[in-house]
């Protein structure tokens, strides 16, 4: 659930860019929809922006001068966060926005008591790959052939971070895990 004590403004350090977050709703889905569509070669469609609404997940969004910039879309159950999408708009992209929401995101689980959160992550996705790393997300799996892509499937990477510690969850060795 969003509710309105969550709401908050935040600014990135590094770039001084003042991110206004509030709980998405559903006439906010056309603005939303613009930033998937800009920011992903294979977006989420509306239909899933409403099931995730109607499903009650933690759905947030980013405006900078009353537009909207970028959205955070996460669950949090029996003590695991699962981030599903976030977005940020290409033309905003690199002033520290999607970290931003990140970690509003995972400040959110935290409160509800969220021990691990996770993600999937496609593995061409190198500017979202080092945000994650950055954030001490790890590698803990990889599902092959899980997104479409312009050829084909790409796989994606399955990132845990430990919510309580800050730390990652597991670290695959070269022994244990194929890469």
């Known amino acids: 659930m969003n509710t309105a004590s969550e709401r908050s403004a935040s600014t990135d350090r590094g770039t001084g860019t003042h991110l206004r977050l509030r709980p998405m709703c559903r006439p ?11 920011a992903y070669a294979f977006p989420w469609s509306r239909e899933i922006f409403e099931d995730c609404l109607k499903a009650g997940y933690n759905c947030w969004l980013g405006e900078i001068d009353a537009t909207i910039v970028a959205h955070g879309v ?10 599903f999408n976030l977005g940020v ?8 926005l999607g970290r931003q929401m990140l970690r509003h995101l995972l400040r959110l689980a935290r409160r509800r008591k ?4 996770f993600l999937e992550v496609r593995v061409s996705n190198a500017a979202a790959l080092a945000l994650y790393r950055a954030e001490g997300f790890c590698e803990v799996g ?3 052939n899980y997104y479409p892509a312009p050829s084909g499937r790409e796989d994606a990477l399955v990132l845990a971070l430990e919510l ?3 730390n990652c969850v597991w670290q695959p060795s070269d022994e244990s895990y194929p890469h």
């Open 142 to 144: 990889r599902r092959r």
């Open 114 to 117: 969220a021990e691990t959160a």
């Open 164 to 166: 309580m510690t800050a």
């Open 74 to 83: 996460m669950s949090v159950a029996v003590g695991e966060c699962q981030v």
């Open 28 to 38: 906010d889905l056309d603005a939303v929809l613009d930033v998937e569509r800009a």
């Open 89 to 96: 708009h290409p033309d905003w992209q690199g002033r520290g």
